[in-house]
């Protein structure tokens, strides 16, 4: 099993920046993708970027693109969201999930394995 806890999740103005955190721990080792998703109310959950784990090789959705930049840190299993020039479309519970090799797009949610329980993210205009 894998536990993902996200963190820095809070409330910012709009053009502001916050960054996300998911520390793995767990069977960490059978992982090779991390995305993050967020989901706002009355709307399907969303892909926002996702990195491998091996390779750092990240991938974004268009809605975010230039704007918002995923890392990881592998000697802490931890996967970064840093997200800038924030707006209010951006207001979600943000998700952290972790798939393994070949199970799936990593662009679409049911292929990931483990998620984390969810950071809200509140941009005011």
């Known amino acids: 099993q894998v536990q993902l806890v996200e963190s820095g999740g809070g409330l910012v103005q709009a053009g502001g920046s916050l960054r996300l955190s998911c520390a793995a721990s767990?069977?960490?080792?059978?992982?090779?993708?991390m995305g993050w998703f967020r989901q706002a109310p009355g709307k399907e959950r969303e892909f926002v970027a996702a990195?491998?784990?091996?390779?750092?090789?990240?991938y974004y959705g268009d809605s975010v693109k230039g704007r918002f930049t995923i890392s990881r840190d592998n000697a802490k299993n931890t996967v970064y969201l840093q997200m800038n020039s924030l707006n209010p479309e951006d207001t979600a519970v943000y998700y952290c999930?972790?798939?393994?090799?070949?199970?799936?797009?990593?662009?679409?949610?049911?292929?990931?394995?483990?998620w984390g329980q969810g950071t809200q993210v509140t941009v005011s205009s």
């Open positions: 999930a972790g798939k393994g090799a070949g199970s799936g797009s990593r662009y679409l949610a049911p292929s990931y394995d483990y």
């Open positions: 767990g069977r960490t080792f059978s992982m090779y993708t």
């Open positions: 990195v491998t784990w091996s390779t750092g090789s990240p």
